[in-house]
């Protein structure tokens, strides 16, 4: 591992420590499958409250796999792409217990096998649920690792494996737990706050702020 990768990684455990968290509220396996569904172009604090009432009402995944469609809508409606996550939701739900016998995957191939479901959904559940090491691409971690240096792609897939060059497999989890922490507080989408940044030495953006 490079020298200054090391020393990102160091910064990073230092400012956030090094535990493991989920950031969408769940207590088993499909309901966070689903809450990840449901957080694509969402904030986790907007699904979370959206959940806190869904997991009540749809308490079983046979339940989900049940729901109509019109009515799941309505039930999610405040999430953007209501129709099409409301929809792949109960697809979702069907296949898991037709399928699945009611147990959520652990394969890429399987969990990507399921609608709604695509490669960052699917290390999301690797990660927390199996805890296999898994590198999990979102907007904070795509934006803030060309920032860094640790890519020049701007397709998640390619970022996905740059990031596995870059990394060691016991911070693939980790740094995106940190870096979501990071972009969330100093290094903004819109604005980013490079004079508090623990990473400013470091970063190789070209709009630096000084």
């Known amino acids: ?29 499909w309901q966070l499958l689903i809450a990840v569904i449901l957080s694509a172009q969402c904030t986790d604090a907007r699904v979370n ?3 806190k009432d869904l997991f009540q009402k749809y308490s079983t995944l046979e ?21 099409n996550k409301a929809r792949n ?11 699945f016998g009611g147990e959520v995957p652990q394969t890429l191939e399987e969990l990507t096998s399921l609608p ?3 490669r960052k959904t699917a290390n999301v559940i690797r990660g927390n649920v199996y805890h296999e090491p898994s590198v999990v691409v979102d907007t904070h971690v795509k934006r803030i690792s060309k920032r860094l ?18 990394l060691p497999k016991d911070h693939w989890i980790l740094y995106n737990i940190q870096i979501i922490t990071l ?15 623990f990473l400013g030495d470091l970063c190789k953006a070209e709009d630096k702020q000084d």
């Open 1 to 29: 591992m490079k020298k200054r990768t090391k020393e990102i990684l160091a910064r990073l455990d230092e400012a956030y420590g090094t535990d493991y968290r989920c950031y969408l509220n769940h207590d088993s396996p």
């Open 49 to 51: 409250i959206v959940t």
């Open 63 to 83: 339940a989900f796999a049940g729901a109509g469609i019109e009515e799941m809508e309505q039930d999610i409606r405040s999430i953007g792409f209501y129709h």
């Open 89 to 99: 939701i109960i697809k979702c739900a069907r296949k898991l217990v037709e399928e």
């Open 116 to 118: 709604g479901v695509g």
């Open 149 to 166: 240096g640790l890519t020049r792609e701007d397709d998640p897939v390619k970022v996905e494996f740059d990031l596995m060059k870059a």
């Open 183 to 197: 972009g969330r507080s100093i290094c903004t989408a819109r604005s980013p706050k490079c004079s508090e940044c």
